[in-house]
């Protein structure tokens, strides 16, 4: 009971203090400055307006959050277009004809740089079409990105699911790359394939004294492969290099050893693709960076640009974080502190589901 009467007693003390609790209450909204005129408000796109596309894009710039980056990362590269499609002139480059697809006959040499889990996927053929139409001028991936464009013009990638247990794909002789499954034999078939033309490799290198890097390596395989639906064949094509300095980090690695135990003596050397990358940022006019993923094809491209003292426009699509301290989460403001993007450029990056991201 005394309990009560002591609960009550202090009720009634708060309720008649309650308007000066009130008036503290209010003291805690702070009066806004005033936004400039020409401030975005957040806005989403309304779809009563019918599709279009291109409006859709530009609006994600009012939608917020990772949208907003989007957009910026669509105007950043809209800028690297339209740098690119700018006439050269005696002032601001070469205007000499070079068969040599050298960088200084264009006004901004694009890299795009992609992970192998991308050509794992269906955006590969996203990628295809860019090389297929000359959008961009270098592309750097990891072995997968080189190995699995090649083994999916051998035979097919499969839809499956993420919880697949590990064990009974392994009986079947299925391996699973997150939700998709590829079969095992694939990768013999891509041996059978791949070994007389390793087997021409040497006995080039033998007897013409041929001197093969990875980005010759993968032009040749692109050259044989001669199908439209790969990468590596429209980079042939249309004289794109492609680097790939991890290239033994995967089936393609494992075909070197197989062929190697009974046909030793091939040398792929990755001095002479380590001048040639850097040359393509060094000898262009102006860099754009597109740079899907991280690990090596991040690096190796922003490095590349180092050497020029950084690229002019920047765009980073990954979901890694920077609080491990690696290269792949690094952001781009980190990349300026190296020389990799120019201090006055306005790059961007965009934290999200990778494969619907570049797909728009």
């Keep these: 009971m005394e309990n009560i009467i002591l609960t009550l007693r202090s009720f009634l003390v708060f309720s008649g203090n309650m308007a000066d609790h009130i008036h503290k209450y209010t003291e805690i909204y702070r009066e806004s400055v005033p936004f400039p005129e020409d401030a975005q408000r957040v806005q989403g796109y309304d779809f009563n307006q019918g599709v279009d596309h291109r409006a859709l894009l530009q609006s994600y710039l009012k939608t917020g959050f990772q949208a907003t980056n989007f957009g910026l990362a669509v105007q950043q590269i809209n800028s690297m277009i339209e740098r690119r499609q700018q006439p050269l002139t005696a002032e601001n480059g ?20 992609y992970t192998s889990n991308l050509i794992s996927s269906g955006i590969r053929e996203t990628i295809r079409y860019l090389a297929e139409h000359k959008m961009v001028d270098v592309l750097v991936t990891t072995a997968g ?10 035979g097919p990638v499969y839809v499956g699911d993420f919880s697949l247990p590990g064990k009974d794909l392994f009986k079947k002789g299925i391996d699973r790359i997150g939700n998709l499954l590829m079969p095992d034999e694939n990768y013999v078939t891509f041996y ?6 390793l087997k021409q490799m040497l006995l080039e290198q033998n007897t013409q004294g041929a001197h093969w890097t990875p980005s010759k390596m993968i032009h040749r395989l692109g050259k044989e492969i001669n199908n439209p639906e790969s990468v590596c064949y429209w980079a042939y094509k249309n004289n794109i290099p492609v680097f790939s300095p991890a290239l033994t980090d995967g089936a393609l690695g494992d075909a070197l050893y197989f062929f190697s135990a009974d046909n030793p003596g091939l040398i792929v050397d990755i001095t002479e693709d380590i001048t040639r990358m850097n040359t393509q940022a060094v000898a262009a006019n102006s ?6 993923g991280g690990g090596v094809a991040k690096h190796h491209i922003c490095n590349a640009n180092a050497m020029r003292l950084g690229a002019d426009f920047a765009v980073y ?7 491990d301290g690696s290269d792949s989460g690094a952001r781009p403001d980190e990349a300026v502190t190296w020389g990799k993007i120019k201090v006055d450029a306005k790059p961007v990056k965009v934290s999200f589901i990778l494969i619907l991201d570049f797909i728009y």
């Design 317 to 323: 699509l990954n979901t890694a974080h920077e609080a």
């Design 287 to 292: 860099t754009g960076m597109i740079i899907l």
């Design 145 to 154: 990105g080189i190995e699995e464009d090649l083994i999916k013009c051998l």
């Design 192 to 197: 059978d394939w791949i070994k007389p033309i």
């Design 94 to 113: 070469s205007v000499e004809d070079d068969p040599s697809n050298c960088p200084c006959l264009r006004s901004c040499t694009i890299f795009l740089g």
